[in-house]
C-alpha cells in the first residue's frame, strides 16, 4: 500500500480535515484507501486519534465517497457516506470537497439509513452561496446514498467492492 495524505476541504477550498491513509487501489474507477487505529485526525479546531478501522471508496466523477467503518478488530460498524464536488484522479495528495450533507447507516442496530448533519448542509448553502442547482444535486446525492447504503454488503475484496459501488452509483443516480 502507498501512504497518502487525505485532504477533506471546504467549498471554499479551506481546509476541513486532514488525515493520513494508505492506497491500496487506484484505478479508473477511483481508489480505495485504508485508515488505522492510532491515525491522527485533525480539523480547524481540534485534533483526535482514531479507533476505528476505515476503508474509503472514492469514485472518480462522483458525488459521493463511501466509508466503510469497522470496530478496531474488524467488526462493521456504520456506514458513512459524504456528498462531496465530483472528485478527479490526484498525484500526492487525495482531496475533495465535502459539502457538509452526509449519510450514515449503523450495521448492528439493524436501523435504516438516515441523512444527517442537514443543520451544517443549511449553514453552507447560505455560507458559500450555492445556487439551487447544486443545492438540488447535493440532496439528491444524499438520497441516492442512502440507497446505496441500504444495500452495502460489508467485506467485499477492495477492487469488487470499488466496481460494485461504481455500478451502484450509476444504477440509483
Not at 464536488?85 to 482531496?95: E, G, I, N, V
Not at 450533507?101 to 453552507?124: M, N, Q, T, W, Y
Request: with cysteine.
Amino acid at each position: 500500500m502507498t501512504p497518502i495524505e487525505i485532504t477533506s476541504l471546504k467549498s471554499d477550498h479551506s481546509e476541513h480535515r486532514f488525515g493520513r491513509g494508505n492506497i491500496e487501489i487506484e484505478n479508473d474507477t477511483g481508489c480505495v484507501v485504508w485508515t488505522y487505529p492510532g491515525n491522527q485526525i485533525r480539523t480547524r479546531t481540534k485534533l483526535w486519534v482514531q479507533d476505528t478501522l476505515v476503508r474509503a471508496f472514492f469514485v472518480f466523477g462522483a458525488r459521493l465517497n463511501l466509508l466503510e467503518i469497522h470496530e478496531s478488530d474488524a467488526t462493521p460498524r456504520e456506514i458513512y457516506m459524504d456528498v462531496i464536488a465530483p472528485m478527479a484522479p490526484f498525484d500526492s495528495t487525495l482531496q475533495y470537497i465535502d459539502h457538509e450533507l452526509d449519510v450514515r447507516k449503523i450495521h448492528a442496530d439493524g436501523s435504516g439509513a438516515f441523512i444527517v448533519d442537514e443543520d451544517e448542509f443549511e449553514e453552507a448553502t447560505h455560507i458559500y452561496q450555492y445556487d439551487s442547482v447544486k443545492i438540488e444535486e447535493c440532496r439528491k446525492a444524499a438520497r441516492v446514498g442512502i440507497a446505496i447504503a441500504e444495500n452495502w454488503e460489508f467485506g467485499l475484496e477492495s477492487e469488487l467492492a470499488l466496481q460494485r459501488f461504481s455500478d451502484a452509483l450509476n444504477r440509483y443516480a
